[in-house]
């Protein structure tokens, strides 16, 4: 079985800030990582996935993610965050059959002006 | 296309009540997924279905039934509410079991509070 742990439940930074939100899985089996955001009272979207090749993935609102296997890592990265990034975030992973997903507990993103 | 939605958006129930919580997604998905969102837990599974006709427990099951109606619909029967039940509810959807790396996309969550 898989497992998620989000090492921080909460992190304040100031706007215009570098940020790391920290990720580590534990599986036996060969896994997909994906990053998720939750703005207020929203569903989940889609932030980053890594499936195989290049280990560093990025979206499109300037976060990126790296795949370290031997550290059975995948922590989200922002060089410079905005006050709208304020957001929950969630590290999720499946393995290869794709019918479970295994969650992280979340990270609380607060970008201060 | 409206993706998932959930209906209701809201829910307030007596403990003991019974009620389904409705799911549609319009992306031809497989897969869909219901899931609970408590503070400080992150998101459990509850149930999941990888095909129409088919459903699997998760993590979370006790307490709740599912149906899978057919490719486009999934809900959520809670037979006799229960405090512990209060709880934000999402449902998700995905494209193929068999071959895993398909996101899961959400829907805007129902907010059931059992008093």
């Known amino acids: 079985a898989q497992s998620v742990t989000q090492l921080d439940s909460q992190v304040p930074v100031f706007e215009e800030a570098p940020v790391e939100l920290r990720c580590n899985y534990s599986s036996s089996v060969s896994v997909y990582l994906f990053w998720y955001v939750q703005y207020p009272n929203q569903g989940l979207q889609l932030l980053l996935k890594y499936l195989s090749g290049s280990t560093l993935v990025k979206s499109i609102n300037g976060f990126e993610a790296e795949f370290n296997k031997s550290q059975t890592s995948f922590h989200l990265r922002k060089p410079s965050v905005h006050i709208s990034d304020t957001a929950e975030y969630f590290c999720a992973v499946s393995d290869n059959t794709g019918n479970q997903f295994y969650f992280g507990t979340g990270t609380s993103l607060t970008v201060i002006p | 296309n409206a993706g998932v939605t959930q209906t209701p958006k809201f829910q307030v129930l007596k403990t003991g009540q019974s009620m389904t919580l409705q799911c549609a997604q319009d992306m031809n998905h497989n897969s869909m997924y219901w899931y609970r969102q408590d503070p400080g837990m992150g998101l459990r599974l509850i149930y999941y279905s990888a095909s129409e006709g088919t459903t699997d427990k998760g993590e979370v099951p006790n307490g709740y039934n599912v149906s899978r109606l057919n490719k486009r619909e999934f809900s959520l029967r809670l037979e006799s509410a229960a405090p512990s039940q209060t709880s934000v509810y999402f449902c998700?959807?995905?494209?193929?079991?068999?071959?895993?790396?398909?996101?899961?996309?959400f829907g805007p969550g129902t907010r059931l509070t059992v008093t």
């Open positions: 998700a959807s995905s494209r193929n079991p068999g071959q895993g790396g398909y996101e899961q996309y």
